[in-house]
């Protein structure tokens, strides 16, 4: 089953807005982290907090971490259409478990310019 | 800089089939994984391997199989193809402890 839900599933906004997507997750971790997904390609690393951090921040994007209520959203300031894409959140266990991943279904963010 | 390098790109198989994908990586990295992604399912784990010469089973290993004979490939395998197989695989690797994870462009099989 998989580890984290994503919400929204779908989001379209105007260039130039902000976009919002949250993460929830089930079973305690070692560190969440974003990815992004082009239509057709691979997966690519965005972002990535530990536990023990409550926020981060990576240019446009600025991550929060929960741990109390099992939650992180990702937050994409100054929207442009080249940031059109599936943002996938990820949960890791640490070096235990061989620091696999448990992805979340995504969310597909649609920036009109 | 090739990275994480997945071959080959699209398949076509026919029920029963076998067929392998091929991943390698250039960056020297000890673990590596196989992944599908269906619709609405995000990314689900098959198998993964800790270094050369060991493997472990994900959360939907059925159907598969894989190996790490030397440390820059991990060959997945259907043995014999089924529709419910039709998805896209995406192979990823990363260093020994460290989080982040390294994906190839992905392979688009299709099971008819």
């Known amino acids: 089953s998989q580890q984290g839900e994503e919400d929204p599933q779908a989001l379209s906004i105007q260039e130039g807005e902000n976009a919002t997507m949250n993460c929830s997750y089930k079973?305690?971790?070692?560190?969440l982290q974003w990815y992004r997904q082009n239509s057709g390609r691979g997966l690519v690393h965005l972002i990535l907090i530990r536990s023990n951090e409550r926020e981060k921040h990576s240019g446009r994007l600025r991550v929060t971490l929960d741990t109390s209520k099992k939650s992180s959203s990702l937050l994409i300031t100054a929207s442009r259409a080249a940031d059109t894409a599936s943002y996938f959140c990820?949960?890791?266990?640490?070096?235990?478990?061989?620091?696999?991943?448990?992805f979340g279904e995504g969310t597909q963010l649609t920036v009109n310019p | 800089n090739a990275g994480v390098t997945q071959t080959p790109k699209f398949r076509v198989l026919k029920t029963g089939q076998s067929m392998t994908l091929l991943c390698a990586q250039d960056?020297?990295?000890?673990?590596m994984y196989w992944y599908r992604q269906d619709p609405g399912m995000g990314l689900r784990l098959i198998h993964y391997?800790?270094?050369?010469?060991?493997?472990a089973k994900g959360e939907v290993p059925d159907g598969y199989n894989v190996s790490r004979l030397k440390k820059q490939n991990f060959l997945l395998g259907l043995e014999s193809a089924a529709p419910s197989q039709t998805s896209v695989y995406f192979c990823a690797s990363n260093l020994a402890g460290g989080p982040i994870q390294y994906f190839g462009a992905g392979t688009r099989l299709s099971v008819l």
């Open positions: 391997s800790v270094g050369e010469g060991t493997t």
């Open positions: 990820a949960t890791g266990a640490g070096e235990t478990s061989g620091s696999r991943l448990t």
């Open positions: 079973t305690s971790i070692n560190n």
């Open positions: 960056m020297n990295h000890e673990y």
